[in-house]
């Protein structure tokens, strides 16, 4: 299957600073890709969808100013956590479905384990 | 609306023994539906799909799945456990509503685990 990588795969920040999450699909485009929220023991949240090429489309409830999302190419997306406080810490994963119609699945990264202190 | 159902939040099994995930589905036109597998502290891996064709679906690991559309269930089943099964599953249907963003809904995860 398609390989979707995440970097870092985990990081440790001060309160206040800006954490960015790369997400990167590796064998193959993805015009969407999806930035989800885990907490632990618990479903995934999709926080929202990004779009190369154009905004990012947020889910209620989620701050667009807080997470940044920048979809610069056909293959990486980028999220931030700007001034990060320690309720942000989280498990931050990233999915891509290629754009490809061979596939309707997703394919998702490793995940990012954010640790705000 | 459209949704997804896991009623179970945990599964116990034998090893050796058949397992049994459960999922409901609610969804506007047809459904394409999801089975993922989580690790602990890893991202989801993809385990099989139904979009057409034959209701029975077979998988990566030996799982299958059953679309059984008079139910509006998706069930995931393996004839025989292994430990190494023990971890969280999610069962994911596409929203039709989404256009063509392919954005899919979750259940909220059961987790499995398997006893040696």
């Known amino acids: 299957g398609a390989v979707v990588s995440q970097h870092p795969s985990w990081v440790i920040c001060k309160s206040g600073t800006s954490v960015k999450i790369e997400c990167r699909s590796l064998d193959f485009q993805a015009t969407t890709m999806f930035w989800y929220r885990q907490f632990p023991k618990q479903s995934l949240m999709l926080m929202a969808t990004s779009n190369e090429g154009s905004k990012a489309t947020y889910e209620q409830g989620v701050e667009k100013d807080k997470f940044l999302i920048n979809h610069a190419s056909l293959t990486l997306s980028t999220l931030t956590v700007t001034s990060a406080h320690p309720e942000d810490s989280s498990f931050y994963i990233c999915?891509?479905?290629?754009?490809?119609?061979?596939?309707?699945?997703?394919?998702f990264g490793p995940g990012t384990r954010l640790t705000v202190l | 609306a459209q949704s997804v159902a896991q009623p179970e939040d945990q599964v116990n099994v034998a090893e050796g023994n058949p397992l049994t995930v459960k999922c409901t589905y609610s969804v506007s036109g047809n459904p394409y539906l999801f089975w993922y597998v989580q690790y602990p502290n890893r991202g989801l891996q993809f385990l099989l799909k139904y979009i057409t064709g034959d209701n029975l679906v077979k998988g990566s690991y030996g799982f299958e799945a059953e679309f059984n559309k008079s139910q509006t269930s998706f069930h995931l089943k393996k004839p025989s456990a292994l430990v190494s099964d023990s971890a969280l599953y999610f069962c994911a249907v596409r929203d039709n509503q989404a256009g063509n963003n392919r954005k899919l809904i979750w259940g909220l995860g059961t987790s499995l685990a398997v006893n040696p």
């Open positions: 999915s891509a479905p290629p754009t490809s119609a061979r596939y309707n699945e997703q394919f």
